[in-house]
T-cell receptor
Framework: AQKITQTQPGMFVQEKEAVTLDCTYD???????LFWYKQPSSGEMIFLIY??????QNATEGRYSLNFQKARKSANLVISASQLGDSAMYFC????????????FGPGTRLSVLP | SQTIHQWPATLVQPVGSPLSLECTVE??????LYWYRQAAGRGLQLLFY??????ISSEVPQNLSASRPQDRQFILSSKKLLLSDSGFYLC??????????????FGPGTRLTVT
């Protein structure tokens, strides 16, 4: 079974509007970390935001926020005030395991920001 | 500050030829090291990870192998490339210790085309 599900293969958003990218995960561990990465067309993977399983507050990093709903096992990324430079692939990832060495990525969502 | 290097950036190799991709990390000690492969338009597939010198864990059995001859050096190899080995190969590192909270940092990647 897939551990990370991203149900939106592609998304469009108008510049300056907010957009939510969905991510659901599956784990039996109590302690785990959730991450979002951005991959522009250049191929580099850019870390955006982290949420720990024990964190009660939703993580925020500038225009990025993570809507963490633990009971539903979802960790959606919200990008506010979209910019043209936000057009990229976005990957949700989870880190679990006894030593946290297992890092699993979702299939990604391609976001296109329209002018 | 920490940096991660990968080379070569691009590679075109014939089927049946050997492969050697190198990854080195600077500015940190005893990192966890990872090799991923990304097919065009797809997510990341974890191939190997290493928590120390000479310690390699394989996630996907195939004709690839990995080695860690030094603390901050990680090498991906193949004796005979297949067409299906084409893809974008990413090396990553993360801090060891309390791993759940530590993100991965990615190298610039190697784009491999097997002809």
């Amino acid at each position: 079974a897939q551990k990370i599900t991203q149900t939106q293969p592609g998304m469009f958003v108008q510049e300056k509007e907010a957009v939510t990218l969905d991510c659901t995960y599956d784990t039996s561990d109590q302690s785990y970390g959730l991450f979002w990465y951005k991959q522009p067309s250049s191929g580099e993977m850019i870390f955006l935001i982290y949420q720990g399983s024990y964190d009660e507050q939703n993580a925020t990093e500038g225009r990025y926020s993570l809507n963490f709903q633990k009971a539903r096992k979802s960790a959606n990324l919200v990008i506010s005030a979209s910019q043209l430079g936000d057009s990229a692939m976005y990957f949700c990832a989870m880190r679990e395991g006894n030593y946290g060495q297992n890092f699993v990525f979702g299939p990604g969502t391609r976001l296109s920001v329209l002018p | 500050s920490q940096t991660i290097h990968q080379w070569p950036a691009t590679l075109v190799q014939p089927v049946g030829s050997p492969l050697s991709l190198e990854c080195t990390v600077e500015g940190t000690s005893n990192p966890n090291l990872y090799w991923y492969r990304q097919a065009a338009g797809r997510g990341l597939q974890l191939l190997f990870y290493s928590v120390g010198i000479g310690q390699i864990s394989s996630e996907v059995p195939q004709n690839l192998s990995a080695s860690r001859p030094q603390d901050r050096q990680f090498i991906l190899s193949s004796k005979k490339l297949l067409l299906s080995d084409s893809g974008f190969y990413l090396c990553a590192w993360s801090s060891s210790g309390n791993l759940i909270t530590y993100e991965q940092y990615f190298g610039p990647g190697t784009r491999l085309t097997v002809t």
